[in-house]
């Protein structure tokens, strides 16, 4: 999430980013912009796309590429290559919403909003007072949230059931406490008759947040901590997980060693699809290969006792390389067998 401190607060004096009283409500829904899907592709594919859908003066020109990032969704739908699963973040706006309506996907869930931002209590052993002391009004602490979470799956499978988690109210830093950042899995029926689940989750940022590193980073872990906990009370391990998002990770140690520690405890022998294509020889594109060193946006699968999912490719439908980079993170797929 790229901001800057003059951004944001003249958003806040004039009340640009105000708290949302409208746009979706946090629930699942049938999209109703589906169109007629030619067969697609063997196998289950997957992406992950952070949409940048921020308001103006934080980002400016973003209705144009969001309406364009639905209208490609569409496109590709209807030649049978969309993926038939998108997890987005940063649908913040309406014009982000939107995408739900423009892309051809029949169902569709939304991620908790800012009032449910305060429902997770924090881990044990954590202090609310030790996250908070210090807290800075002009960095966007400690003056709630202002936006939901921005989380979205897209579906072309039936969505049985959907659970949500904001992170708690304490564990955010700067700039990224004006967001219920947050959690939403969701199980899905494939045609087949069998079901996976699968996961979005947005994560606190870490020089974008606008504070120190081991500011930001206390509340990575915290919310990493969460998101393990939300993971274990909510996932049927009789199916595949898929889990996947923005989680901020970067080349930053103190993530890295958090999110090997998450991977390890969410079960199934999870696999990051992309290392994991890339250890068995794939090959990547340019645009591939920029989102594997940037390792921001990932994704994690792990096999129920009745399934699993492993990893056969990887692309960048969104990204420079298909003139397509709408967004000032890449969207990339990964096609899963199931087995």
Not at 13 to 40: D, E, M, N, Q, W
Not at 101 to 130: C, E, I, K, M
Not at 165 to 186: Q, R, T
Request: aromatic share 8%.
């Amino acid at each position: 999430m790229k901001r800057t401190c003059t951004a944001v607060a003249f958003s806040l004096f004039l009340g640009v980013v105000a708290p949302a009283t409208g746009g979706a409500a946090p629930g699942t829904i049938a999209a109703r912009s589906h169109v007629v899907l030619p067969k697609p592709a063997p196998g289950l594919t997957v992406l992950t796309y952070n949409v940048h859908g921020l308001p103006w003066p934080i980002a400016s020109g973003r209705p144009a590429a969001l309406a364009a990032i639905g209208e490609r969704l569409k496109a590709l739908h209807q030649v049978g290559a969309a993926p038939g699963i998108a997890l987005i973040q940063e649908a913040f706006t309406a014009d982000a919403q939107a995408i739900a309506r423009r892309s051809g996907y029949r169902h569709a869930a939304f991620g908790p909003d800012q009032q449910g931002a305060a429902s997770t209590p924090l881990p044990p052993g954590v202090s609310g007072p030790g996250l908070t002391r210090g807290e800075r009004w002009i960095k966007g602490e400690g003056i709630g949230k202002w936006t939901g979470s921005g989380l979205l799956i897209l579906s072309d499978y039936p969505i049985i059931r959907t659970a949500r988690m904001s992170y708690s109210a304490a564990a955010c830093a700067g700039f990224d406490c004006l967001a219920a950042k947050g959690a939403m899995l969701a199980e899905l029926a494939l045609p087949d008759g069998r079901h996976v689940e699968v996961v979005d989750t947005h994560l606190n940022s870490r020089h974008a947040s606008g504070v120190i590193d081991d500011r930001s980073n206390r509340a990575w872990l915290v919310q990493i901590a969460e998101l393990r906990a939300f993971v274990a009370r909510n996932h049927d391990h009789r199916l595949p997980l898929l889990v996947g998002g923005d989680f901020n990770v970067g080349g930053d140690i103190v993530r890295r060693l958090g999110f090997a520690d998450f991977a390890d405890t969410i079960g199934g022998a999870p696999a990051d699809a992309l290392r994991d294509l890339v250890r068995r020889g794939a090959r990547l594109s340019q645009d591939g290969r920029y989102e594997l060193a940037r390792a921001r946006d990932w994704q994690l699968s792990a096999a129920g006792s009745a399934a699993r999912l492993a990893p056969l490719a990887a692309s960048v439908p969104f990204g420079p390389q298909q003139r397509s980079a709408f967004s000032d993170h890449f969207g990339y797929q990964i096609r899963y067998a199931l087995s």
